[in-house]
């Protein structure tokens, strides 16, 4: 959430802000939202007034009736009843304010950075860094869907008879690879300082808006209504949200946390070959790291992260590039996203395989996440997270990438985890 106080004082900033994330009607909004605001405060005034009032009155009660002056007292008394009424209905006046306000502050989105490229779509996404040559198409290239087939790794058609589309059924190898990429990529970020949680699945409609997923993405998020119970659409949500009305010390910092979750998102995309297979689901393995940390330190984290991202896309031999997003592709909470994507030689194109994203205090400020610093003051902290990895597509390339007459081959990294060297 953004802060009322920068908003009524950077006002055109926060408009331009907003422009380039193409938020609809940012001026009007605005307008909106500082009308409102403008009314709380003014409302806030009279009713510190007229409370000061009742108080001044309560005590001249008091010295009236010591004084002996009855009728006074009374008088007097009628004026307090008279200010218990209007402090009440200033009070009442002030929460619909106030929840106005805080509706409104609820449907902007995060502020871009400076280091955002403008741009509107992905077309306008700035490739920051690419490793080396993608292999280029030729006939014995084939994608992932016949790969997983002729080795009976992936049985899509039976998890459609269970669930439906975008729910596969790995099976055999497949099941041990995907298996083998989850410990790899939990050990590696243990190795890199990360605490392992293993958080719930499901979070409340609190944890939700917190970090950003209500109300931009209701609809992509599948719900238990009878529970008011949110299926993640990702491990940030959970693990984040450990720290909503929380306090911290300045001593606690950084917090680093990995967690690995199946995950889960309803608009998995429509038919075509670049949804097909395992490009895009609706269930889905992910390992999430997450770090909470100083504002002054956040940008060296995001920039941590990313390189912690590439290093296990090195270690699973898969050619990749860094991405940076621009205002239009950016997510609602995000202030800054590096994609990660790693060539899929069997298609001949990108898969997003990471999302690694500073929030700034957008996020800390919906949760009420705070911290003291050595001089007791309170400041928001900055959150940030990351994909690291998502699976199906990271199968995806190591089945199309490391394709060979033999079989596919495993990355030597990946070897002691599967058990096996190439998937015959």
């Not at 409302?43 to 008091?62: E, H, P, R, V, Y």
């Not at 050619?319 to 592709?329: I, Q, S, T």
């Amino acid at each position: 959430m953004l802060d009322i106080h920068h908003i009524r004082e950077n006002t055109e900033s926060v408009i331009q802000g907003l422009r380039k994330k193409y938020f609809a009607r940012a001026a009007d909004i605005i307008e909106e939202l500082l009308a409102i605001d403008q009314q709380r405060r003014a409302t806030q005034l009279q009713l510190d007034n007229t409370a000061s009032a009742l108080n001044t009155q309560s005590q001249q009660i008091g010295q009236l009736i010591q004084q002996g002056k009855a009728q006074a007292a009374e008088v007097a008394k009628a004026k307090t009843s008279a200010l218990k009424v209007a402090l009440k209905d200033l009070t009442q006046t002030l929460q619909a304010h106030e929840r106005a306000l805080h509706q409104q502050l609820s449907i902007l989105p995060n502020l871009p950075t400076s280091a955002v490229p403008e741009g509107d779509s992905a077309s306008d996404n700035v490739v920051v860094y690419q490793s080396g040559e993608v292999a280029k198409s030729d006939a014995t290239l084939r994608p992932h869907w016949e790969l997983t087939q002729q080795y009976n790794l992936v049985d899509f058609a039976l998890g459609n008879k269970i669930t439906g589309a975008g729910f596969p059924v790995y099976r055999g190898l497949g099941a041990r690879l995907q298996r083998a990429l989850i410990n790899f990529c939990l050990d590696e970020a243990r190795k890199a300082g990360y605490e392992e949680i293993q958080p719930p699945i499901l979070v409340n409609e609190a944890s939700a808006y917190g970090t950003g997923q209500l109300p931009d993405k209701e609809g992509q998020m599948y719900q238990l209504k009878e529970e008011s119970l949110y299926l993640i659409p990702t491990a940030e949500v959970s693990v984040t949200n450990m720290y909503r009305d929380v306090m911290l010390a300045a001593n606690e910092f950084p917090i680093k946390h990995v967690a690995y979750t199946p995950c889960f998102r309803r608009e998995a995309g429509s038919w075509g070959s670049h949804v097909r297979g395992l490009n895009r689901l609706h269930q889905f393995d992910k390992v999430e790291i997450v770090q909470v940390q100083v504002p002054e330190k956040a940008e060296q984290a995001l920039e941590e992260m990313c390189s912690y991202v590439r290093l296990l896309l090195e270690q699973l031999a898969l050619p990749y590039r860094v991405v940076n997003l621009c205002g239009g592709d950016l997510g609602f909470s995000a202030a800054m996203t590096y994609d990660m994507e790693v060539w899929a030689a069997g298609q001949q194109r990108w898969l997003e395989v990471s999302s690694v994203s500073t929030f700034a205090a957008y996020q800390a400020r919906r949760m009420q996440l705070r911290y003291k610093d050595a001089q007791g003051k309170r400041h928001f902290p900055h959150t940030l997270n990351g994909s690291a990895l998502a699976l199906p597509r990271i199968v995806v390339a190591l089945l199309e990438s490391h394709q060979t007459s033999d079989g596919i081959r495993i990355p030597a990294a990946l070897q002691p985890y599967t058990g096996f060297e190439v998937i015959k």
